[in-house]
């Protein structure tokens, strides 16, 4: 009876830890960027972008950093009209990153939002960042690439 009773207590514990596991891993995982209410995002492409066997897996993007976004898969634009007078200029903007993830908030949304408080329309471009190849820290990366003698 005692081995059947802690069995009983033992199925309740193995709930709610792994609960308590399962919550904590959804919770450290950030969920892809979203525009700010009113602008909605519009993929490239309608179906599987035509690089897609080179890129990440669909679905995923993250944000491992506030304002940062990476494994992009699905390139997409998202418009901010201006918020005074328009010009009839427009820009796309292309968020830096240096090859590891794309800066959009800091060299993206916030560049769209200066440049639509001068009346100029902005579009927004998230694109796939390769993070692979010589800019890595691999043979031939960037850490070898900083001088021709190594130093």
């Not at 959804?26 to 979203?34: D, E, I, M, T, Y």
């Not at 009209?81 to 830096?96: D, E, I, K, L, M």
């Not at 408080?117 to 902005?122: H, L, P, Q, R, T």
């Not at 471009?125 to 993070?131: D, F, M, Q, R, S």
């Amino acid at each position: 009876m005692v081995l059947c009773g802690r069995e009983v207590v033992m199925k309740p514990l193995l709930f709610v830890a792994s609960l308590v596991f399962g919550c904590a891993s959804l919770l450290a995982q950030k969920p892809g960027w979203q525009p700010s209410p009113g602008h909605t995002q519009v993929p490239i492409w309608p179906r599987t972008p035509p690089d897609a066997k080179f890129g990440p897996a669909p679905g995923t993007e993250t944000m491992p950093e506030p304002g940062e976004i990476d494994n992009v898969s699905r390139p997409t634009i998202t418009v901010y009209s201006p918020t005074g007078n328009n010009t009839g200029a427009a820009v796309v903007v292309f968020p830096g990153g240096g090859y590891y993830v794309l800066a959009i908030d800091l060299e993206g949304t916030e560049v769209c939002h200066w440049l639509t408080s001068k009346g100029i329309i902005c579009v927004l471009l998230k694109y796939h960042v390769p993070n692979s190849g010589v800019h890595g820290e691999g043979p031939g990366g960037r850490r070898q690439a900083k001088s021709p003698n190594g130093t």
